[in-house]
């Protein structure tokens, strides 16, 4: 079975600051995968990586078998192939922020379908019954034609979501999406990723909500120094964390 995600050794550095230190870890189809850590562990930063919104400095990242970046044996620096390449590799993923990110000149409809029409040339009579239906799906159908600043804050988050599905990805990356949500409205953006995870959507999650970690993730990675710590089953994981920052972070949080 080919993997999602494949990435080897990837180094990051801004300036003299190491945030990223030899980062190795493999996703399957289908599986979710809970990133957490610290603040300042590398996790946003690991997941930008994934999707060349950073450039690695070292490191091999291959998306469903294609390789989006390599290191050469013997080379100093990371080699990236063409950037029609590139694009057409990570337009296997979805990204969904703290901030949202919705053009706030734009309907909730026309969010969804800018980017299917633009970057993919999906003419709009085909694309927008499929954002009317995901609308439908994040529980938003009544939203079509407002603009995001008439949104709450869980709206527009769940809006971003769909604005991701659109493209039909088949890994979707989440960097802490309920971050930047009051404690009522983070609920409604995690059900909207539990139905995705029952959908057997692979999906990489950058989060602070341990249960959300503990219920849904198969397996939780935690960070810690632009390390991963420890890879486990979530189950294990929040059971019996093993590495000793790894206690400490869990005792803090739960």
């Known amino acids: 079975m080919t993997l999602a995600i494949d990435a080897q050794n990837i180094y990051k550095c801004f300036g003299s600051n190491e945030v990223l230190r030899g980062v190795s870890l493999q996703v399957n189809p289908g599986e979710v995968i809970a990133l957490i850590g610290s603040s300042g562990s590398g996790k946003s930063t690991l997941l930008r990586c994934l999707n060349h919104l950073e450039v690695v400095d070292r490191g091999t990242v291959k998306i469903a078998g294609q390789t989006l970046v390599e ?5 100093s620096k990371a080699h990236y192939p063409a ?8 337009s296997r993923m979805g990204m969904v922020f703290q901030h949202f990110n919705l053009f706030p000149h734009m309907t909730v409809l026309q969010n969804l379908i800018e980017a299917p029409m633009t970057v993919q040339g999906v ?24 603009y995001p600043n008439r949104l709450s804050g869980g709206q527009k988050q769940r809006v971003a979501i769909a604005r991701a599905l659109a493209m039909e990805p088949d890994i979707m990356l989440f960097d802490e999406p309920t971050s930047a949500l009051d404690p009522e409205l983070t609920g409604e953006v995690l059900r909207t990723m539990r139905q995705l995870a029952q959908e057997h959507m692979t999906m990489l999650v950058v989060t602070h909500e341990m249960a959300f970690a503990r219920e849904v993730a198969h397996r939780v990675l935690f960070m810690d120094s632009g390390v991963i710590a420890e890879d486990r089953p979530a189950r294990d994981f929040f059971n019996n964390p093993q590495h000793p920052r790894a206690q400490a972070f869990l005792q803090h949080m739960l």
């Open 83 to 90: 950037e029609r390449d590139i694009r057409r590799i990570c």
């Open 71 to 75: 290191t050469p044996e013997g080379a």
């Open 123 to 146: 003419a709009r009579d085909v694309i927008v019954p499929k954002a009317q239906e995901l609308l439908r799906k994040v529980g938003l159908s009544d939203k079509a034609d407002a």
